[in-house]
């Protein structure tokens, strides 16, 4: 079954601080992966998006990284803000534009 | 620029009533998602519409039916509705094998 598995589920660090989240995948056949941050009752916002051949991207203080080989993918968060505290959604997409979830970090920025 | 717009933002039905939802995708996407999200789960796919043809059916109830309109917005018809129905539903919208750019979505709360 295609599966898309992050962590930590949730996670606490000061403002200023650096984290990374973790992305584990099963989706075949791979398309592309999508690192989405979701504000609470808000649709998620696209922060990357990575296809087979490229193992990182940037986006301001986000960078994400990609191992197809080992089928994983973390975000990294610089100098962490307290909007930066959100949903973050590892989505990778199974051939043409099926989505495939993964169950999102909780992230808490506390001042 | 242009969103996704959804409407209405909030809805309060009773069960076994109907409620339909709109979604309003960036102009010129030909492609129109909807998603529902429950209470702490990842969004779950129920449908698609490419070119107002329904193009990938996921984990839509038989109860719910939607459709894409010449101007390419989109209505999801819920009926007989449930308690479980009460989720956050999604509506989200790509050019082609552009990423999905969602909706802040319809909250539906069933009583």
């Known amino acids: 079954k295609n599966q898309v598995e992050q962590s930590p589920q949730s996670l606490i660090i000061l403002e200023g601080k650096n984290c990374t989240l973790q992305?584990?995948?099963?989706?075949?056949?791979?398309?592309?992966l999508r690192w989405y941050k979701q504000d609470t009752g808000r649709g998620p916002v696209s922060l990357t998006i990575m296809t087979f051949s490229e193992n990182t991207k940037s986006n301001g203080r986000y960078t994400a990284t990609l191992d197809a080989d080992t089928k994983q993918s973390s975000l990294h968060i610089t100098a962490s803000q307290l909007s930066d505290s959100a949903s973050y959604i590892c989505?990778?997409?199974?051939?043409?534009?099926?989505?495939?979830f993964g169950t999102g970090t909780r992230l808490l920025v506390s001042p | 620029a242009a969103g996704v717009i959804q409407s209405p933002r909030h809805l309060i039905k009773e069960k076994r009533e109907t409620a339909t939802l709109k979604c309003y995708p960036i102009?010129?996407?030909?492609?129109v998602y909807w998603y529902q999200q429950g209470p702490g789960q990842d969004p779950q796919f129920l449908i698609s519409?490419?070119?107002?043809?329904?193009?990938d059916k996921g984990s839509i109830p038989d109860r719910f039916s939607a459709q894409q309109f010449s101007d390419y917005h989109s209505e999801l018809n819920m009926s007989s509705l449930e308690l479980g129905d009460s989720a956050l539903y999604f509506c989200?919208?790509?050019?082609?094998?552009?990423?999905?750019?969602f909706g802040d979505g319809t909250r539906l709360s069933i009583l």
């Open positions: 102009p010129r996407h030909d492609t």
């Open positions: 519409f490419y070119e107002k043809m329904q193009s």
């Open positions: 989200a919208s790509s050019l082609g094998s552009q990423p999905q750019h």
């Open positions: 989505v990778v997409s199974e051939g043409f534009q099926k989505l495939v």
């Open positions: 992305c584990n995948y099963t989706v075949s056949p791979f398309s592309n």
